[in-house]
């Protein structure tokens, strides 16, 4: 398959998201930017589209997607029995990094939600993202746009090691803002539950809601077989080819910890603050220590880094849990299959 390629950046924007959003309302499946990370998407009302997703990913068939709106009032369209908590949250934070799991409307494919009674919504800001739904007139039912069980993507070129020749087109619209994904929260049992941490942190939903439960699978592995709320966090993800340890404590005495332990053979991720310490390394930087925002937005393009070179494992310095940070920490545990040093 060919796969075009479409600049949302430059002069011809306008024509490039128009021709994206064809090939999304004739059934194809177009990978785009939005602030978070890069979105493959299809027509949620469309199986057959929704298909090529799973098949173009390798995505396991129990992974439910996420649908992307970009007007609340369509959210009918997608689910039932909304709770006015919902409505609270979109005012906060819609257009967002929050993703809501709500009762599933029947008109929506099951495959959408992988056989649940629940569907996932969010509307994205990214403006490439919302011209593009707007043009589609439909729902954009989107995973993010990397091989299952790689990390996910946050440039163009990261989509394109992954899908060209795979999928119909790419838009491409720069660099993710916010580089880690949409914050899952489920509104459908008693309490709201964080399914995974995101872009939008723990704090500012308890500031909106109060009371917010955090799922079990956000700090442990979550064994096989096991029942999970958020299917897609029982599988090993965001992995480099590398084995990753994360190493958590003061950022001081993880630098020096990663310092005595690496070798030639050793690919480190550190905080800006600790370069030097590492001259003689493979090193890439994911941002200051107390810069949770800046360490999301470099997270995965470090961890594809390291693909493109022959380190055999990586060691990384872990951020704390405050902000954003927990999305981060998460997604480097999870690289790590939640092999943790603390020290
Ligand atoms: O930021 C994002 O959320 C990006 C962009 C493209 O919007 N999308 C994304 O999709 O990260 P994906 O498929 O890679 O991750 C969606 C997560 C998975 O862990 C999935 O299991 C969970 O959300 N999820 C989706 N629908 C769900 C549902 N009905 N119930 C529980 N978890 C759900
Ligand atoms: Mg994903």
């Known amino acids: 398959m060919n796969t075009l390629y479409l600049d949302a950046l430059g002069t011809d924007s306008g024509s490039n998201i128009r021709t994206a959003a064809s090939i999304l309302r004739s059934g194809g499946i177009v990978a785009f930017p939005t602030e978070t990370v890069y979105g493959l998407g299809a027509d949620t009302f469309n199986e057959s589209a929704v298909a090529k997703i799973f098949a173009a990913k390798g995505r396991p068939q ?6 992307h709106i970009t007007d609340i009032a369509d959210i009918h369209r997608l689910a039932r029995d909304i709770p006015p908590s919902a409505f609270l949250l979109a005012e906060s934070f819609w257009p967002g990094p929050l993703t809501l ?34 043009l589609s007139g439909t729902a954009v039912a989107a995973p993010s746009a990397n091989i299952s069980g790689r990390p996910s993507a946050t440039t163009a070129l990261h989509v394109q090691e992954d899908f060209n020749g795979k999928i119909d087109a790419i838009v491409s619209g720069g660099d993710c803002e916010v580089g880690v994904e949409s914050t899952v929260l489920s509104l459908c049992g008693d309490i709201p539950r964080l ?10 939903l308890r500031a909106v809601l109060g009371e917010v439960a955090v799922d079990r699978a956000v700090y442990e592995i979550i064994g096989e077989g096991e029942r999970v709320s958020s299917p897609g966090m029982k599988y090993r993800h965001y992995a480099p080819r590398a084995d990753v340890t994360v190493v958590c404590g003061a950022p001081r005495q993880t630098a020096e910890y ?3 332990e690496a070798n030639e053979t050793t690919g480190i991720i550190c905080f800006d603050e600790f370069e030097k310490m590492f001259y003689n390394r493979e090193v890439y930087t994911i941002g200051p220590a107390e810069d949770s925002a800046a360490n999301a937005r470099a997270l995965f393009g470090a961890l594809r880094s390291f693909d493109r070179s022959s380190v055999e494992k990586i060691l990384a310095q872990c951020p704390d849990d405050r902000g954003v940070g927990l999305a981060v920490a998460n997604r480097l545990k999870k690289a790590a299959g939640f092999k943790i040093v603390v020290v």
């Open 195 to 204: 399914l995974r941490p995101g872009g939008v942190p723990l704090e500012s």
């Open 101 to 134: 799991v709500l009762k599933r409307n029947p008109d929506v494919p099951p495959i959408i939600s992988a056989g649940l009674d629940t569907v996932s919504v969010r509307i994205p800001s990214h403006h490439v993202a919302r011209r593009l739904i707007e």
């Open 62 to 67: 129990d992974n439910p997607l996420i649908s």
């Open 258 to 260: 990663i310092k005595s």
